[in-house]
């Protein structure tokens, strides 16, 4: 399946079942919401989980792009990416997590044609303040697939108060021949879909209270579904990142790691600037400029003449059709050159002071602080040049 397949084949799904579509949200939250960057499709919806009627029912479905800086030192494995698209679906006060199971276990065997054999889940196993949920394991058990329980594993929170409650992870069997082991166990056992029962509220003194309404929220990558369906090994071969995978690959010789992280790094710039955002020292212009500098960091560690500017229009083109936004691709790329240019200058400043305090010995938590703090020489930036990234300039 093309993730437009993937897409129309989950919604339709949904919208058999009685869903109606909620609107996507920009990557941006709205004024007053404390996070940088919408992490789920839940995000959005957190008023309506907390009890607020939906004008769109207590069944809703979408895809909403999201950004995760939790996930950024995961980038250059085979699965993790900054910026993907999630599959959604919720029960406000409606269906339970029974229900949500069992129709997620249809969708995954009968629309997507996956053997139930290749199936595991998790469940929440009890801890001091909520016990087991007995009903997801049992619908598991019922269903034929097997089961592992955790503890905070399988306990989904929206940050350190606020709604939380217990989840159902969904993995499939991605490794040769027949599944082994258990997720816990083994890492070939891929998770691609998430159900969580949001029932609780978690109070700054850690306290538990119940929401006015148990609420079901669901959540499924779609490029690493993409990854399933195909039989692949990595999300970077799907449709979804080939479009810079390629051009990356094949104008600078990258593999591996580094050919993962540049990717990953620069379509996911490309979909915040996308959204309004544009570089600087705090909040999302920072993890904006993080993203630019740390492919950068990648790409000069072995030829410092290497410029984004060298880049076609048609991963520009691709990102923006596939994040549902109109990109001003002239305008995009120019924010890339200058923040290219504001690094090389950085670069170029900061690669005497770096080898100054390094000849006294390894870098100590006072010299990192030293050097950020007096000389606006960031962690990152400095462990770069402490990796050999050479300034340079453009032959």
Do not use: K
Not at 120 to 134: C, K, L, M, S, Y
Not at 175 to 192: I, K, L, S, Y
């Amino acid at each position: 399946m093309t993730p437009d397949q993937i897409v129309h084949t989950f919604v339709d799904h949904y919208h058999r079942r009685g869903h109606r579509d909620a609107p996507e949200s920009s990557l941006v939250p709205p004024p007053g919401d404390p996070v940088l960057f919408t992490t789920s499709g839940m995000h959005p919806l957190t008023p309506y989980l907390l009890g607020r009627p939906h004008p769109g029912g207590r069944r809703l479905v979408n895809v909403q792009r999201c950004l995760r800086t939790t996930d950024l030192d995961e980038v250059g494995d085979r699965t993790h990416l900054t910026v993907f698209d999630m599959l959604g679906s919720w029960s406000l006060g409606d269906y339970d997590i029974a229900t949500s199971l069992r129709w997620g276990f249809e969708l995954l065997t009968d629309g997507f044609g996956i053997d139930p054999g290749r199936l595991h889940a998790t469940v929440f196993g009890g801890n001091d303040q909520v016990g087991p949920d007995e009903t997801a394991l049992g619908t598991w058990t019922g269903l034929g697939v097997p089961v592992e329980t955790n503890g905070t594993e399988n306990w989904w929170s929206n940050g350190p108060t606020g709604p939380c409650g217990p989840d159902s992870e969904i993995f499939v069997w991605t490794g040769d021949g027949p599944p082994v082991g258990t997720p816990g166990t083994d890492e070939r056992w891929m998770e691609v879909w998430n159900h969580v029962q949001m029932r609780h509220h978690r109070h700054p003194d850690g306290r538990l209270t119940p929401l006015p309404t148990s609420s079901i929220d669901t959540g499924m990558g779609l490029e690493r579904l993409e990854m399933v369906l195909r039989g692949g090994r990595s999300v970077f071969e799907g449709a979804g990142l080939s479009p810079w995978v390629g051009p990356v690959r094949d104008r600078w010789n990258l593999r591996g790691p580094d050919l993962r992280v540049v990717t990953d790094h620069l379509r996911s710039a490309v979909v915040v600037l996308g959204d309004g955002v544009r570089p600087g020292n705090t909040g999302r212009g920072y993890v904006l400029r993080r993203l630019v500098r740390r492919a950068l960091t990648v790409l000069w560690r072995d030829d410092s003449s290497r410029s984004l500017t060298e880049l076609p229009d048609e991963p520009f083109r691709d990102s923006g059709q596939r994040f549902r936004q109109d990109p001003d691709i002239p305008r995009l790329r120019a924010v890339l050159a200058d923040e290219e240019r504001r690094f090389r200058g950085l670069l170029l400043r900061g690669r005497p002071l770096v080898d100054r305090v390094r000849a006294r010995g390894p870098l100590t938590e006072r010299d990192y602080h030293w050097l950020h703090d007096t000389h606006g020489l960031p962690r990152d930036l400095v462990d770069g040049l402490l990796a050999g990234v050479e300034p340079g300039s453009r032959r």
